[in-house]
């Protein structure tokens, strides 16, 4: 009697990078199928509940939560055909306060350098300051939406699948950030230079992602970097104009300067910012 022996046969590297890319294709198919299903139940609860309609703010809060919702869908759907855990996507909150701190802080430094020498430079101006409590608390829950929704699809899902994949951990970050800035193709006013800055804040974005796999550090920056910009200094925030904010801002001197239309994403100061944000974070964690 023969016993016939199983012989695996290994996965070659470039098999399991062509996974990768199959697994990516997959998730942005699903996304805008679930996403198209979403949107017409959103048009649905819409004429259901008028409220939802006739409130701008109330209507953005829901649409980004059922975003939020088809990309959590759509990442679990393809890790469950690929038998994975829904904990390889970063989510883990426990024990992790100190990124959630660290986060904002670094948010905010960043604003302090670079909004502060966008007015030593006469690049941008304060002309007025509304202080409207319950429009800043909607516009940061408004925010933590947008986070957790980029993060978890850019970084927790893509960035992740590449690595689990095998990709080079810098390679896989700089697709990931180009990715990420094609995102906003079709923003207002998105040209060369807001394409640049978006992808450099995808690498700050994913900087600590590669090293750690948690997503809570780059959801607390993304977070308060959205929301300083735009309902706290007055910015446009990739190109969107928010309607309430705390300061009011007239622009002067060339755009490479203070961004323009686009808002401080735009800008030569921003590039020059993100640049050294990331190269704190990469030597933070190189000697970590």
Not at 22 to 39: A, N, R, T
Not at 199 to 224: E, K
Request: charged share 10%; aromatic share 14%.
């Amino acid at each position: 009697m023969e016993i016939e022996e199983k012989v695996e046969i290994p996965v070659t590297k470039d098999k399991r990078i062509r996974r990768v890319v199959i697994d990516i294709v997959c998730f942005f198919v699903l996304l805008v199928f679930i996403g198209s299903v979403v949107f017409l139940l959103s048009s649905f609860l819409n004429r259901l509940i008028p409220q939802i309609a006739m409130n701008s703010t109330l209507l953005l809060i829901t649409e980004e939560t059922l975003m939020l919702g088809s990309v959590f869908l759509s990442s679990w759907l393809v890790l469950r055909y690929n038998r994975m855990p829904l904990s390889v996507l970063g989510l883990s909150l426990r024990g992790r306060w100190k990124d959630w701190l660290a986060g904002m802080l670094f948010a905010i430094g960043l604003y302090i350098v670079g909004f502060g020498a966008s007015l030593s430079l006469g690049a941008v101006a304060v002309s007025g300051a509304s202080f409207h409590f319950p429009s800043l608390l909607i516009s940061l829950l408004f925010f933590l939406l947008v986070g957790v929704m980029e993060e978890l699809m850019m970084r927790g899902f893509v960035l992740g699948r590449m690595l689990d994949g095998g990709v080079n951990k810098f390679t896989a970050l700089f697709v990931s950030s180009v990715l990420f800035s094609l995102l906003h193709l079709f923003n207002p006013n998105f040209e060369f230079l807001p394409f640049l800055n978006i992808l450099l804040a995808g690498i700050l974005l994913g900087a600590s992602y590669i090293y750690t796999r948690n997503l809570c550090f780059p959801i607390a920056l993304h977070w308060f970097w959205n929301w300083i910009q735009g309902p706290v200094l007055g910015y446009e925030v990739s190109g969107n104009r928010f309607q309430d904010s705390f300061l009011t801002l007239s622009l002067s001197g060339p755009n490479l300067i203070n961004g323009g239309s686009f808002g401080f994403e735009g800008s030569l100061l921003c590039t020059i910012l993100l640049i050294a944000g990331s190269a704190i974070i990469f030597r933070y964690y190189s000697r970590k």
